[in-house]
């Protein structure tokens, strides 16, 4: 598996989400200037999770992004879903017949690809905050958070 930049900062743009308040948006600009990402990028990245149900809009001079639902209940996998990453093995790949070895590579790859899919998809955000907030306090660092 690949991390690509959409899906890097995807996860550090939510992870900065969590830290805020659910009763106040944050507007691109802040988190942009917190995580140091693009602006018009990120705004891209969160409209797509947006409308996969991750985080909600709300319009005017106080508006901005929250997260649709606490931190505990959006995963890392939904989240990287969302912006279209995948964690597909060998995706066009057919085994060939007559070679053992190729089978069993390939029934390799395909249960270390289900044992990633079940570890994403049980990695929530509330895990990757307090696993931040844990090297932090490690480092002897401040509460500022940027990942």
Request: no cysteine.
């Amino acid at each position: 598996m690949k991390l690509t930049t959409r899906g890097h900062y995807s996860v550090k743009a939510l992870l900065d989400l969590s830290l805020q308040s659910r009763l106040n948006p944050t507007s691109v600009n802040a988190i942009a200037a917190r995580q140091g990402l693009p602006p018009a990028y990120l705004e891209k990245l969160l409209i797509t999770m947006r409308q996969a149900g991750l985080v909600e809009s709300v319009r005017g001079a106080q508006g901005g992004y929250k997260l649709a639902r606490e931190p505990q209940f959006i995963y890392l996998g939904e989240i990287l879903e969302a912006v279209g990453e995948t964690i597909e093995p060998l995706p066009s790949h057919t085994p060939n017949a007559e070679q053992a070895e190729d089978w069993v590579t390939y029934s390799l790859w395909k249960q270390l690809h289900q044992k990633l899919k079940e570890a994403l998809s049980s990695i929530s955000l509330a895990d990757l905050y307090y696993d931040a907030r844990s090297w932090q306090a490690a480092q002897g660092e401040e509460t500022n958070f940027v990942v």
